[in-house]
Each structure stands twice: as C-alpha cells, then as structure tokens.
C-alpha cells in the first residue's frame, strides 16, 4: 500500500508544513515516507504544491504526485484556478479535503468519481489560533483519514512545529486545534484507480517553430493577471468614516487604490493582495479587514 | 543509526560533520542554501568543529576553499548553478594545485531564462575541471557519496578535488530516510587527512607554480588525467571498505533489472528513480527493460559502461542537460564507450528531458522505451528525442502568446 498526498495551498498557509508534519507523522507510524515541496519564487499567496507519500514497502517514487489518492485544498479559491488544478489527476475513489465553508458539491472541480470531505479550517484556525494559519489542521485531517494514529501523529506535528520556531503557546494552541479536527474527521477506506493518462509527446519540430525569444513584446500585460486571488485578507472601506483623504493610495504598493466615477476611494479587488498596509495607514481607521472564503 | 527523515541538503550537511571538516567556506544560492544554514547553526551552536566563513562571491569561496586544503584542512563547501559557473576558473586551479576537497553541488538549470529546478548544464559544466564527479539519485546517498569522496580525493594515487551531485528540490528539499552512520566508524572508514606537503608557516612551500612552458604543462596534465583513472581503483577499494563497515554498496554504475534486458536506459540523478519505475511499468507489459545508472561520471566508467550496454537490442542515453547544437552532453560519452565493443548494442537513442525540472509523467518515461522497440536496429541513426507533452506546449505557447511576438 502506497498512499500519494498532493497539498494544494497559497505561500503563507502552511502547505510545505504540512505536508512535512503528515509525513512526519506516517515516519512515526512506521511506515516508509517522502516529503516535498515546489515553491517558484517564495512569495505569500503564490499557490503552493507540497507532496506527501507513505508506504508499508520502500517508496520507490519521486517528485511531482501526478495521480494523487489524496488531494488536500487548503483555499477553495484554488479548486477554479487552472494555474493550480488542484483535482487534476486525482485518483478514481480518491479523496479530496477541501477547505471551504461552502457546501462540497461546489467545491469537487466538477468530479462525481471521488469522495469529498469538506472543512471550515480557517474558522477553526481563526478562532484557535488567531490566524488562518492552516498546516496543523488540514494535516490533522489527511493524518486522520488515512489512519495515522494519533501518537504518531501529535509527535509529528509537536516536532514539525518546533522545526519551524513556533513558541511553546503557539504549538499548544496548534495541538489544540489539531486535536479538533483529528476527532471530527474519520478514517476513510480508500480503493483508487489511476486515471488514463496517455501522454502525447510533441515533436522538437513543433516545440520549435515558434520565434523562440523570451522577450516580453506586450508591455502592462501584467493587468491581465488578476494577482487579487493571493490574498487571504480583504480591505473593506467603510464609507461612512472614509474622508477621500488619499492616504491609502499614496501608501498602496499595489496601486490598487483608485478615486472612483463617484470621486470617491475605491479598491481594485482584482489586484488587492490583501498586504493590509493601508489599513495600518488609515488615520481614520476606515479601513477593516475581512477574511477571503468567509460568507 | 536509526533512520531518520531528513533532505538530501541535510544529508550533505551531515555528512559533511560526520567527515570531521575543519573548514566551510560558504556563499548562499538557491537550491543550496539550507546546506549551509545547516553547517552555520551546527558550528554556532557548537555541535560541529569547523570554522565557517562567509565569503563575499562563490569565487572568493572557491579560492578560499583550495587554499584552505593546500594547508591541510579538510575542506567541504556547497554551491549550485550560477554560482558554480562563477566559481570555474578556481575549479581549474583548485584540480592544477592536487588540493583534494569536497564540493557539493546542488543542481539547477543555468540561466537565461532563469528557473530554479534543476538540470544537470551545472556540473556538467565542470566535467573537464579535474575535478571527480559523483552523483547521488536518494538523499541516502548524498551522505554516502561524500564520505566516499573524501576518502578517494584524499587517496595519495589520487589528490584531486570532487564534486558531489545531488539534484535541487528533488533531493535538496525532498524528505526521506536516511541512515547516519556512527561517527566511530566513520572515523575508522575516513582517517584524518594526511596531506603529503601542506603549507605551514614553518615551512614554506610553493603551490600552483608558474610552469609557462608546453612540455611541463603537458606532463602536470597528463599525470591529473592518470591521477583521474586511479580513482576508479581508489572508489572501488573505498567502497568495499564501505560496504563492509555500513552495508551499502555502491559501484561507479548501478545496473537495474539488467540480466535479461534488451532494452536499457542509462540515467543518473534523482530523475533515475521515475527511470526505474517506468523499468517496472513496462515489464509488466512483457518488455524487457532495464536501467543503468551512472553514479561516476568522472572518471569516466568506460569499462563498466560497455560490460553492461553491450549486447542489448537498443539502449538509450537519458541526458538531462543540452549542449546546443550538439544535443546531450552524457550520450557521445555513452557512444564512445561503446565504439570499440564488439557485441555493441544495436542502436542508441538519444534521449533529453526534464530540462530546467521539467516534470516527467509516468507514461513519458514509458513511451522512451515505446520509441527504443521501435528503432530501426542496425539501421540509421535514430532521431533524438527530446520529451515534451502536448499539454506542456500548450501552456508554453500561451505563456508566449501573452508575452507577444514582434512586428
């Protein structure tokens, strides 16, 4: 038995953690395990794929999970982005953990062929941890389904969390939280299939047909890349105290604040990043802040 | 030791401790960083008895590192990429000097266009700097290979730096098990270093002498290359010394369900371990496929490299680097190893992939071995393949399309 986690989250959230604290934890259970990340430029937001394997047998497996059994969405924002793909190649029977407060037939990526278990992780980390700091908890959750016991697995996640620096109330608040959602969720007998995958490789011919530079010839193209969907956290600008004073856009690293057709402050919400600067800016303190994926 | 999970970065660092070195010279660059984060933190804390320095270039490290060896140090360092290329002209010096160290390189593809996974452009870069190349497919290895290194670098038939490989993300950020050995019998694998003239204050001696004539300079390279050609026998006693103190064993190649295989793939690297599987994949289907792993790559392991392609319907060379306008660096290698064989195989694929970390499904790898049973045996060259999925094209076209075209 071999068992292929995929980790699908933004730069902030926890994915590298936790798929490092699952593997930690299978390590413990005695099983076999692998661990890996694959991060381009480490930046907050950016999607983040992460990998888990565990196996009775020597893992002789590396690199990307094509065809995962498990796939663990950590931001339900991810399961539209094709960027992202989250569902992509998941197994037949497989699993998908999805991190949402919608319900799971919006969030399956149009799968009928898995099995989908939905979790309002952010709220729980919100109210546990203050933060929506997610690797303990979507962790606790593939550990739990898979059938890590929970010895193995609190070891793993204690151990994981000191790697990364995490003060001694911060790891007892994790453990608090992992705790939560380990009890919640239950083992999952899991029979995959691999999808058909047919790789239709192209000749160098027509890889090369093309001019072949990397020349950037379409100059503020980055418009057409809504960069909005890293955010975590929302400004929201209450207009009854907002003055138009222009701090904020004076501040805004993004340039995402504009004046309206109303003459009034508005915020472009397709390349927010969610950084909050202008709200720490504010001298009215007009500005609030909201989660993403919270109703 | 009891296994532990640990990346192939850590490994290295580990290994590295258990080595006993006395200095780390280090620069920082992606994917290598963690090594020496790793080596800074152990000789802050005082676990690890190395004087580390951060230098202000790779080159400057370099340099640092060769001198360093010149007195006697035991002397580890680490780089990728770039910084590899920036740090060349010291490879060739450090080699010239007969200062015996351990370089690690953690590979990357080289830039333009920048990427940060790895391809194998880097250390191949270095294949005629003289310095002795070991590859590493697991993190287990990693720490293997330069215990092992050090050992056939600091031989007296020997004297010649090495580079150890290991691959960015695949190994340098992958977890898996690794067993340490004990620092005992490290210590009775790896004595310590016994330099033949260092430099001491005391007495003085003159390193990398100006020789400015052709014959002298010919007679100190040709005695690295045969320098070069005995660290074959030096690896082979060092690894049996190894196997029979740690178990493992290692050869400069490793064969992999080779005994009746018609068709072999020759790989080295991380990526060897999607080789074998699809090996697995297509012998369930009845082909009979086998690998052949190449973990020296200097010195070239000629000898082996024939006694295990020879007689095989078709191999292929597995190059995960271009030399532009030739095509992978490996494959003339393979091919010249080949030539003067009389039972040569009927055919050998060119093969290149994984470029800048290209991922490989499963089925990619298959169909390698789909196009060497369709190669026409003893027939024309066959044409090289150079993998890339349709749907990748795709997206690279979009990426373009985005970027704009001019006129």
Request: net charge negative.
């Amino acid at each position: 038995m071999i068992l292929r986690v995929r980790f699908h989250g933004r730069g902030g959230q926890g994915a590298k953690t936790a798929s490092r604290i699952l593997g930690n934890a299978a390590f413990n259970d005695g099983y076999n395990a692998q661990d890996f990340p694959i991060y381009g430029a480490e930046r907050r937001g950016a999607p983040v794929t992460a990998f888990t394997r565990f196996s009775e047998s020597e893992i002789t497996e590396r690199g990307f999970i094509f065809s995962p059994d498990v796939v663990a969405v950590m931001d339900d924002s991810l399961t539209a982005d094709p960027t992202a793909s989250p569902f992509a190649g998941l197994r037949k029977g497989g699993l998908a953990i999805v991190n949402t407060a919608k319900p799971a037939a919006e969030v399956n990526g149009g799968r009928t062929d898995i099995a989908v278990l939905t979790l309002d992780l952010t709220r729980r980390a919100l109210d546990t941890l203050g933060k929506a700091v997610l690797s303990s908890g979507i962790a606790a959750a593939v550990a739990r389904a898979s059938g890590i016991t929970s010895e193995a697995f609190m070891r793993g996640l204690v151990e994981e969390l000191k790697e990364v620096g995490l003060s001694d109330d911060a790891i007892s608040k994790n453990v608090a939280l992992a705790t939560a959602i380990y009890d919640v969720v239950s083992p999952i007998k899991l029979h995959t299939e691999e999808l058909p995958a047919r790789a239709d490789l192209v000749p160098l011919a027509v890889v090369v047909s093309g001019e072949g530079t990397e020349d950037v010839v379409n100059t503020g193209n980055s418009a057409s890349r809504h960069t909005g969907n890293w955010r975590i956290t929302k400004p929201v600008i209450d207009y009854l105290k907002c003055t138009d004073c222009m701090i904020c856009y004076a501040y805004c690293p993004e340039s995402a604040m504009s004046a309206g057709p109303d003459g009034r402050i508005a915020i472009d919400y397709d390349n927010c990043k969610g950084c909050m600067i202008c709200q720490t800016e504010c001298p009215l303190r007009a500005i609030g802040s909201q989660m993403e994926g919270l109703q | 030791m009891r296994p532990e999970l640990m990346t192939g970065n850590r490994a290295a660092a580990a290994a590295a401790k258990l080595a006993r070195v006395d200095y780390v010279p280090a620069y920082p660059i992606t994917p290598q960083t963690e090594i020496i984060e790793t080596i800074a933190d152990w000789a802050r804390e005082g676990t690890m008895d190395a004087k580390f320095v951060q230098l202000e270039s790779e080159h400057s490290m370099m340099t640092a590192a060769g001198a360093a060896a010149l007195t006697g140090a035991r002397v580890f360092t680490a780089t990728s990429s770039q910084g590899l290329l920036y740090a060349m002209e010291m490879l060739y010096n450090i080699s010239g000097w007969r200062a015996p160290m351990v370089l690690m390189n953690v590979s990357r593809a080289l830039a333009a266009p920048i990427v940060l996974e790895p391809d194998h452009n880097d250390v191949l870069s270095a294949r005629d700097s003289g310095f002795l190349q070991l590859h590493s497919e697991t993190c287990q290895e990693v720490a293997d290979l330069v215990l092992l290194a050090y050992r056939v670098a600091e031989d007296k038939r020997v004297m010649l730096p090495a580079i150890v490989n290991l691959d960015g993300f695949y190994l340098s950020f992958t977890r898996e098990k690794v067993s340490l050995p004990e620092q005992a019998e490290v210590d009775r694998f790896l004595p310590p270093y016994d330099p033949p003239h260092p430099i001491r204050a005391t007495r003085p001696v003159s390193k990398g002498s100006a020789v400015m004539e052709g014959y002298l300079y010919s007679y100190f390279r040709y005695n690295m290359h045969a320098a070069a050609l005995r660290a074959k026998e030096a690896f082979s006693e060092a690894a049996r010394d190894f196997q029979d103190l740690f178990g493992r064993a290692y050869g400069p190649v490793e064969g992999y369900r080779l005994d009746d295989a018609e068709y072999v793939l020759v790989m080295s690297n991380s990526f060897t371990t999607l080789g074998r599987q699809a090996v697995n994949r297509v012998r369930e289907q009845g082909v009979k496929a086998g690998l052949l792993k190449l973990r020296m790559v200097r010195p070239f392991p000629t000898e082996e490299v024939a006694a295990l392609l020879k007689g095989r319907k078709v191999d292929a060379v597995f190059d995960q680097n271009l030399s532009p306008g030739l095509g992978g660096i490996l494959y003339p290698e393979i091919a010249a190893s080949l030539y003067h064989v009389r039972d040569r195989p009927g055919a050998l694929l060119p093969v290149v992939g994984g470029l800048g970390g290209k991922q490989l499904t499963s089925d990619e790898m298959c169909q390698v071995f789909e196009r060497m049973r369709g190669v026409d045996v003893g027939g024309e060259r066959p044409e090289p393949m150079f993998l890339m999925r349709d749907e990748e094209l795709t997206k690279a076209e979009r990426a373009v399309a985005t970027a704009g075209v001019h006129g």
